[in-house]
């Protein structure tokens, strides 16, 4: 038989967001009030529908940049990695119609308050054990809970994903600053694990696999007490072994 494409329903296509920093030692995502139905007043993740002229990495990265102004892979500003977390289809997902959404990780170094775009009413740092648990007296009341869509599955997906690479990649780096101390790394550990770690135990793990964090040769006191090294991300982007997050 020929193909014929009335035969089939049409569904649209959106890419979401799960937008990760570390801000005053929290991992904490990007979420916007809705401004607009369905769900209308309730907090969301960022995103959008993907126009007919684009590609899904192209409709992430602009939808990034229209919530953050962040630009993936831009020579200016803070470093930002981008990559695509998973699909959701589940067919009751989206109350308009048949939505398919290609979810993306975005991780990026402590940012800035984000400043509402699109048909959002509102944006701002929440911190994700405070949206993954119990609501309480940060905000997310009963009335707002639990995100938009299936925003909360989403959520926790881009959470694990970030938890379990860190584990053995390098991807921690993508919440640093250029030149970061190994304390400074070892809070975002910290952040995204939810545990205290060994100062020492961290440093041996993190300086004893060649390439993996390169000496800057400078020191810096940000963070208090006497000047601590400066290092960068190297060009090795494995830990080996890796290092196992510890069981809560």
């Not at 993936?72 to 048949?98: I, S």
């Not at 993508?174 to 030149?179: H, I, L």
């Not at 696999?209 to 020191?219: D, I, S």
Request: with cysteine.
């Amino acid at each position: 038989m020929p193909y014929d494409p009335s035969a089939f329903p049409p569904f649209a296509v959106t890419v979401d967001l799960v937008v990760l920093t570390v801000r005053k030692d929290a991992l904490c995502v990007l979420v916007v009030r809705r401004g607009e139905p369905p769900y209308q007043g309730r907090w969301a993740l960022p995103g959008g529908f993907v126009r007919d002229d684009e590609d899904l990495e192209a409709a992430a990265a602009r939808e990034l940049a229209e919530e953050t102004g962040l630009r993936p892979h831009a020579p200016e500003g803070p470093g930002v990695h981008l990559e695509q977390l998973a699909t959701y289809g589940a067919p009751d997902r989206d109350p308009r119609m048949r939505v398919v959404s290609v979810a993306h990780l975005v991780l990026a170094p402590d940012l800035p308050a984000p400043i509402a775009g699109g048909d959002a009413r509102s944006a701002r740092w929440a911190p994700t054990d405070t949206l993954l648990g119990p609501v309480d007296a940060n905000g997310w009341d009963a009335e707002q809970a639990p995100l938009a869509f299936d925003h909360d599955r989403i959520l926790l997906d881009g959470v694990e994903r970030a938890r379990s690479k860190i584990e053995y990649s390098s991807l921690a780096t993508a919440f640093c600053p250029p030149e970061f101390t190994v304390g400074e790394l070892r809070r975002v550990y910290e952040a995204v694990w939810g545990v205290a770690l060994d100062p020492r135990n961290f440093h041996r793990k993190v300086t004893g696999t060649p390439g993996f964090l390169v000496p800057t040769g400078g020191t810096t006191t940000r963070q208090g007490g006497r000047p601590a090294q400066l290092f960068r991300a190297g060009g090795a982007t494995l830990l080996n072994p890796p290092m196992l997050r510890p069981e809560i």
